[in-house]
């Protein structure tokens, strides 16, 4: 009651943004209680009806560009990317080509017949991992019903700064951060909903492998969460905190930990119902090579440290190192 109009539809209507709503109701594409209403300021009480013809610009004025693309599956409906490292997902300020969304268009031209080239979903450009791309207009809106019901199950990987204890739900509402427009924040007033569950795999020194399962999917979720509880993703240039690392820690560990300048998150697995069949899909991609050298060089410093600073040949859990290995083959399937 009493909440602005464009953000009650923006919360409903959340594949679009705000700004993009406001620009629909300033031309007249919606009506309040059958009436066309042009205020996105307008109050609203609570009860109304509200109509939305979103005009949403097909991908006709970009270039098809011929870039490497990792497909994991691909059918007349959907298609699955493993997104690398580095690829920007679409076209912007700063990146006004070789996205993803070039890269798709030359994958497949009547892509440009669909909204965003069929991208229903985004990944920042430095995580890696799984997305899910509709080759249909009928597919794209079945898969945006997904996500908006939260259905679509979205698990990623992470290495973060600090020993988290134990995992648990992370349920804070994000919103623009009020002091800089361009990060995230938790917001307890403003803010969208947003919910992180997070488990907790393996311990190192001074760091966590943990897992991730997205309930909600707004922008930056998990960097601004686990910052937000004061563990940040290794890496992460925006969201992290003061450069920390374990004590009398090897120099080449401490040099490889300084090179790694991006967020150690990659989104190892999705599942969601396919679009035309109605089955349920699942997919999965291995973490790419440098999270992997990264958790290799953590274990590695737990065993240096063993051996070297407490005087033991062979790594004893007895001798207060804290730590909690968990092998692949004891995590259950995603």
């Known amino acids: 009651m009493g909440q ?23 031309e007249g594409r919606l009506s309040l209680n059958g009436v066309p209403c042009l205020k996105p300021r307008q109050s609203l009480l609570g009860g109304e009806k509200v109509v939305l013809e979103a ?20 059918d007349d409906t ?34 440009r017949e669909v909204p965003r080239a069929g991208i229903v979903h985004r990944l920042d450009k430095d995580t890696s991992g799984l997305m899910v791309v509709a080759k249909t207009l009928q597919a794209q809106m079945h898969l945006v019903e997904q996500l908006q019901r939260h259905a679509v199950e979205r698990i990623y990987d992470a290495v973060l700064v600090g020993n988290l204890k134990k995992g648990g739900t992370i349920d804070k509402p994000i919103g623009r951060s009020p002091k800089d427009r361009k990060k ?4 307890a007033m403003g803010g969208k909903p947003a919910v992180t569950h997070v488990r907790v795999l393996e311990h190192f020194r001074a760091h966590t492998r943990i897992r991730v399962r997205l309930e909600t999917g707004r922008t930056h979720q998990i960097r601004v969460h686990l910052s937000d509880i004061g563990f940040p993703l290794v890496g992460d240039p925006v969201y992290g905190q003061r ?11 401490v040099t490889f930990l ?31 090579d440098d999270m992997m050298e990264l958790m290799d060089i953590l274990r590695e410093d737990i065993e240096v440290f063993a051996e070297q600073q407490l005087g033991y040949d062979e790594f004893d859990y007895d001798y207060g190192v804290e730590v909690e290995w968990v092998t692949d083959d004891d995590i259950p399937d995603y």
């Open 4 to 26: 602005r109009l464009d953000a009650t539809v923006s919360e409903l209507v959340q594949e679009f943004s705000r700004n993009r709503i406001q620009q629909w109701i300033k």
């Open 55 to 74: 005009a949403v610009e097909a991908a006709t004025e970009l270039e098809a560009q011929e870039i490497e693309l990792e497909i994991v599956y691909e």
């Open 78 to 111: 959907i298609l699955v990317i493993n997104k690398p490292v580095g690829l920007v997902v679409h076209p912007g300020a700063g990146n006004p080509d070789g996205t993803l969304m070039n890269a798709l268009l030359y994958h497949e031209p009547a892509l």
């Open 184 to 187: 995230m924040a938790v917001r």
């Open 243 to 253: 450069f920390r690392i374990p004590k009398q820690m090897h120099p080449q560990f």
């Open 258 to 288: 300084r090179g790694f300048q991006r967020q150690a998150l990659h989104a190892g697995a999705l599942s969601l119902t396919h679009p035309q069949t109605g089955k349920l899909m699942k997919w999965k991609a291995p973490m790419p």
